[in-house]
């Protein structure tokens, strides 16, 4: 068993920063693969980054790209998404999740534990 807590949400005007973190229970964390998610207002939750358990793979979705960065500390149990660059259109709630894989997983449906989530809003 696995629990996630995100931290680090909040509200920040267009062209900001923030960096969330994920912190994870558990002796066995560098056996997660574990991955950023949003939920934006009327949409579907989607994968915006993810990185595999010694963190030399990542993935990060075309529309954070150049953005978005996904690194993890696995001596802290911990993840953490930087976002810069931050636009309107990355207001959502943000949730880390995590699978016991070696390889980078990206899909909704195959990770095994999520966070509560944490809201990052950016205003215009």
């Known amino acids: 068993q696995v629990q996630l807590v995100e931290s680090g949400g909040g509200s920040v005007q267009a062209g900001g920063s923030l960096r969330l973190s994920c912190a994870a229970s558990?002796?066995?964390?560098?056996?997660?693969?574990m991955g950023w998610f949003r939920q934006g207002p009327g949409k579907e939750r989607e994968c915006v980054a993810a990185i595999n358990w010694n963190g030399f793979s990542t993935y990060t979705a075309d529309s954070v790209k150049g953005r978005f960065t996904i690194f993890r500390d696995n001596s802290k149990n911990t993840v953490y998404l930087q976002m810069n660059s931050l636009k309107p259109e990355d207001t959502a709630v943000y949730y880390c999740?995590?699978?016991?894989?070696?390889?980078?997983?990206?899909?909704?449906?195959?990770?095994?534990?999520w966070g509560k989530g944490t809201l990052v809003t950016v205003s215009s």
């Open positions: 558990g002796r066995t964390f560098s056996s997660y693969a």
């Open positions: 999740a995590a699978r016991e894989s070696l390889r980078v997983v990206i899909s909704t449906s195959a990770m095994d534990y």
